[in-house]
Every structure is written in C-alpha cells, then in structure tokens.
C-alpha cells in the first residue's frame, strides 16, 4: 500500500515531522509534504507568535526582522 511506503521512506524524519505536526494548520500529511519537497534542515523555520497566514501583515516588525537576520546569514 502506498501509506506504507511513504512512511517507511519518511521514517528517519520523524523527529521534524512531529515539531512541522505541532504547527497551528499543520498536520502529519502536510508535514510530510515539507519534508520532502523542502528538506529537513529548518534552521530558518520561525513561527511568528499570534500571526496567521498574513505574518507580514499582522507583525511586520518580527516578520522583518527575522528576514533581514536570515539574509545575513547568507
């Protein structure tokens, strides 16, 4: 079954397929999605607290700030 391959293949990503999981609109599925078309390496991966889908809408300042601290690290 197609279920169980993909969580053979997704097994050694758990650990950031549960935090993704924890995300607020985020569930196993899409979590598995990230993963395998973004990777694992989520060191980039911020969650803006109180903000929805419009982050630079609704905390502009944070959501700035977090953009121009990952360009640096370019």
Avoid: C, Y
Wanted: glycine content about 10%.
């Amino acid at each position: 079954e197609l279920s169980a391959v993909i969580g053979e293949q997704m097994r050694p990503f758990q650990a950031t397929i549960e935090r993704l999981d924890t995300l607020r609109g985020i569930g196993r599925r899409i979590a598995e999605i990230l993963v395998a078309e973004l990777g694992t390496d989520l060191r980039g991966f911020h969650t803006i607290p109180g903000a929805g889908h419009w982050n630079q809408q609704e905390n502009p300042a944070e959501t700035n700030r977090l953009l121009l601290d990952w360009l640096k690290s370019l």
